[in-house]
């Protein structure tokens, strides 16, 4: 993200740069100077909050404790239709009575796919239950 604060920087610099070279028949008035630099640095400006929003936007979903994860995972696969799960292992729903449950549920309803490394325990369990 601050790469790219640096290379609105390069922009704007460059932009003040130009500004300082514009030749006219006459040299052009301080206003004119001033309300050039002055857009440059708004433009700047936006172009930064512009990149703050969208980073934040693309932040994704971080979990500091496999509580914290199992309750993200349970609320997001609590929700009604089919779920795909992408994952390394599924150490996260090995100890949880809740989520094996649910998991389970979807199996049976054909609602749960799940795609990881090593198909072992729980998952071979799942897909025994009717998941992908």
Known sequence: M????????????????IIFLIEGNENPSAFLMGFLICLAIILFILAIVWEMKLSQKNKGIYCKSEKEINEYMFRWINKGGRVTIFTRDMSWAEDDMVIKDMLLKKAKKNELTIILAKNKGLTKNLEQNGAG
């Open 2 to 17: 601050y790469l790219k604060w640096f290379g609105h920087l390069g922009t704007l610099g460059s932009l003040i740069g």
